[in-house]
């Protein structure tokens, strides 16, 4: 295939569409608040009134708006409807020949929509994810054919590196030097991975980004390998994500049959094969290290760096490891060129960043934002705020984030400044909390979350978090002392300097973030009689 | 192959490169602690006992895997590492049921030595009492998991020296500990030769010979090295 049968498959594509498309999310959200139905009904809509010739009914990725879920949209007009039943669904389709929609219509100007920036979803909720025609009809597989013609690999390399594209994964690690430090290591076989063990509490981009857009992933990913040299990907995706799973199953195949992937692809000389591996259930083997040990057959246990992947990764050879949100980013590089990516974002956050935002927020779901947007827009004017009540903290990062205090709100949103007051990127876990939550428990939860995530192999990790945990539990029952305020914090430092990996690192973010922006919480728990230390009933 | 040349703790080292950090301050007569650590077998880092501090490095790094490179200076004793070893012996100690005064490797135990190295009289967290298992089915040996600290000595000498791969890891966190076989009762597993290097391996009393009793644990350390020379290098005697 060359590049006059890709443009002529999308031209296909487009002229099939009818004029009005009826887009369902089909993502896992949706499809738990019954969306399949509301599917059917919409389509069974069309026959009976008999607008096949001008309608169809498109299943399709997340639209982002998870709270208000199933959604359906409408093109070309734009209009959106919320939290639709089966029963209503039917009148959606009345009301594109004059009759009346029951269903809330949303607002697509909502500040929500509005003031998002979409590049790795820019086609989700518009593209049905189990067909690459529809994906190619959108500009799809463009930017691979333009590298495997009219780019070499290090000019690849050299693209993505004045991109400024960061890892997404949480680290931040510049990508392009990433890329450029697998590209230079000598040796024939070389490995390119892409890491969707995505396991944070309250985090689902990367589920999101799978299960709407594939393909966006696997031109990543081609690309990836064409930079460095690698000729086989594997796509690492926890075995909770079944439907990412069954789409990029189906997206492979789709791109192997059009001779996208595989050997020869465009009819170049290049070859590239992905084969999907499946987590079984841990946290830790997102962390790099643990990931490729999983792929090789063995115990998800973290390995000591250095060597680096990019050195000694998968089987001992040089591996590119890359978040999918990372890779995601990689074909839209390409095809609007790095300057255009490095002037959006701040001087060393480039780009955007997809959020998940949860908890105490009057809109949840997932948003797309350039980086360097305050925090404040994205609760308050994006989120809509706390229903009924005042934010006191967002939390980012998961559990290896930290706990931002109402008071630094107005911070922007970027690596850096982030890390600098001790909470973290991370992949993008946004929980928003109100007045009526105690910090503490928060830090105790995430603490649980951690010891029962840890692999165990590493001291500090093992059973530092659980000591952490149950110094928690003694502080939250009213039981601790100033000495165990103090041993709390000692610990928190030892686990952070002394563990194996990220996991053990990261853990004690949490408790020292709330520490450090709420001790007033902690001192409220410590009874009065313990203020020298002493346990109340060691006090005569 | 080239030479490095290096500061540990002010005194300068030459090591061959791809030398350890470890193997170079031993050859220099500089003791770091260490648990996980055993001559003749692969390197885990995960006690992190050995960690040293490198000047310009922000992170502490495990002296066990970490390469000698030129000009670094080390410093493997600083109080605040001395601070560090101390907790990570009291931690182990809370999380097992460590008993010295009946146990077979007492007088005869790296993590008791190793105690009263890092001067550990009192653990400062509260002992975790875990309810562990014993399988003493194995007609010549059994393994006290209570005294277990898991540093996978034993499944790397029956993997890599025996090469019988009897233990391993099951489960993770606080919940992991050594597994025989498929999970089975040691007797039961056929896999096991029955060789011993567990028991010289086990740097506490956790996996011992039948009949110790109370600090009566002996081990043949030296045997594991001479095994591995006598493959790597051929000298075949002792």
């Known amino acids: 295939m060359d590049l006059s049968e890709l443009l002529k498959i999308g031209d296909r594509e487009k002229k099939q569409q009818k004029s009005i498309r009826v887009h369902c999310c089909t993502s896992t959200g949706c499809q738990a608040a019954n969306s399949l139905s509301v599917k059917n009904n919409l389509a069974n809509a069309v026959q009976e009134l008999g607008l096949s010739d001008r309608v169809e009914v498109v299943g399709v990725g997340c639209m982002g708006f998870c709270g208000r879920g199933p ?55 518009k593209v049905d994810p189990e067909r690459i025609e529809e994906y190619i009809a959108v500009g799809g597989y463009q930017s691979l054919y333009k590298v495997l013609y009219e780019m070499t690999p290090a000019e690849v390399v050299s693209e993505i590196s004045k991109s400024g594209l960061r890892g997404r994964g949480g680290g931040g690690y510049p990508t392009g030097l990433k ?14 991975i892409c890491n969707g063990d995505e396991g944070d509490p309250g985090a689902f981009m990367d589920r999101s980004v799978l299960e709407s857009d594939p393909h966006l992933v696997l031109e990543g990913m081609v690309i990836a390998g064409y930079a460095v040299g690698a000729n086989h990907g594997y796509i690492y995706v926890r075995a909770e994500y079944p439907l990412a799973i069954q789409r990029l199953q189906k997206a492979i195949q789709q791109a192997k049959k059009y001779g996208i992937l595989g050997s020869q692809i465009f009819e170049s000389p290049f070859d590239f094969k ?5 987590g079984a259930g841990a946290f830790v083997c997102g962390e790099e290290t643990a990931l490729i040990q999983s792929i090789e057959g063995k115990r998800g246990n973290p390995v000591p760096r250095p060597p680096y992947p990019a050195e000694s990764g998968l ?77 006191k903290a967002v939390q980012t990062g998961g559990p290896s984030g930290g706990c931002i205090p109402a008071s630094m709100l107005d911070i922007p949103v970027d690596y850096d400044s982030l890390s600098k007051i001790g909470s973290m990127m991370g992949s993008g876990g946004m929980v928003v909390m109100d007045r009526a939550t105690s910090m503490v428990e928060v830090a105790q939860f995430y603490m649980q979350f951690c010891r029962e995530e840890s692999c165990g192999k590493c001291v500090p990790c093992r059973a530092g978090t659980v000591q952490l945990y149950s110094l928690l539990d003694k ?66 | ?62 002296a066990c895997v970490t390469q000698v490179t030129e000009a670094i200076v080390v410093h493997t004793n600083t109080p605040k590492l001395q601070e560090y070893r101390r907790m990570v012996i009291e931690l182990l100690f809370a999380e097992g049921n460590h008993v010295c005064s009946i146990c077979v490797a007492n ?35 059994g393994i006290d998991r209570n005294r277990c600290i898991l540093c996978t000595r034993c499944v790397r000498v029956c993997g890599e020296i025996e090469g019988a791969h009897v233990w391993d890891v099951a489960q993770r966190g606080a919940d992991a500990y050594i597994v025989s076989g498929l999970s089975q009762p040691w007797s039961e597993v056929e896999a096991c030769t029955s060789c011993g290097k567990c028991v010289d391996a086990c740097p506490t009393g956790a996996i011992f010979r039948k009949g110790t009793t109370t600090a009566e644990k002996q081990r043949d350390r030296a045997k594991l090295q001479f095994l591995v020379d006598a493959r790597e290098k051929h000298e075949w005697t002792r």
């Not at chain 1, 780009?351 to 350039?370: C, D, H, Q, S």
């Not at chain 2, 490169?17 to 001559?39: D, N, Q, R, S, V």
């Not at chain 2, 135990?109 to 562990?132: S, W």
Request: net charge negative; aromatic share 6%; hydrophobic share 40%.
């Open chain 2, 107 to 141: 007088g005869n135990c790296e993590l008791q030595n190793l105690a009263i190295e890092v001067g550990m009289d009192h653990t400062r967290f509260p002992y975790r009492f875990p309810k562990r298992s014993v399988d003493v089915s194995h007609p010549q040996f």
């Open chain 1, 274 to 278: 992905i084969d999907i591996r499946i």
């Open chain 1, 475 to 540: 502080i939250l029952n009213k039981q601790g002392t100033q000495a165990d305020l103090e041993k709390l914090e000692t610990l928190c430092h030892m686990v952070k300097k002394t563990s194996l990996c990220g996991l053990g690192i990261s853990a004690p973010n949490p408790i020292l973030s709330t520490l450090r922006y709420f001790p007033e919480e902690y001192q409220e728990l410590i009874p009065a009689e313990s203020l020298n230390g002493k346990v109340r009933h060691g006090s005569s």
């Open chain 1, 179 to 192: 890329w450029a430090t697998v590209a230079k290591m000598p040796g024939d076989q070389k490995y390119v």
């Open chain 1, 315 to 391: 089987w001992k050879c040089p591996t590119l490891i890359n978040n999918v949100e990372t890779l995601a980013n990689v074909a839209t590089i390409i095809h609007q060129g790095a300057d255009w990516y490095a002037s959006i974002g701040t001087e060393n956050s480039k780009g955007t960043k997809i959020f998940a935002l949860t908890g105490k927020i009057r809109n949840n779901g997932l948003i797309e934002v350039p980086m360097g947007i305050s925090l404040r827009e994205i609760v308050e004017e994006m989120g809509g705020g706390v229903p009924d009540g005042e934010v």
């Open chain 2, 1 to 62: 192959m080239s030479v490095k040349t290096l500061t540990i703790n002010n005194t300068p080292v030459a090591a061959e490169e791809g030398k350890t950090i470890l193997e170079a301050a031993k050859e220099a007569g500089i003791h770091i602690p260490t648990l996980c650590f055993l001559e003749g077998v692969s390197t885990v880092a995960a006690c992190r006992m050995c960690l040293v501090e490198i000047e310009g490095i922000n992170k502490l790094l495990p």
């Open chain 1, 71 to 125: 959604l359906v949209q409408i093109d070309p007009e734009d209009i959106l409807y919320e939290v639709v039943t089966p029963e209503e669904a039917p009148s959606i389709i009345d009301a594109l020949s004059g009759g009346v929609a029951k269903p809330i219509q949303g607002n697509s100007q909502h500040p929500f929509f509005a003031r998002q920036m979409r590049i790795v979803r820019q086609h989700t909720g």
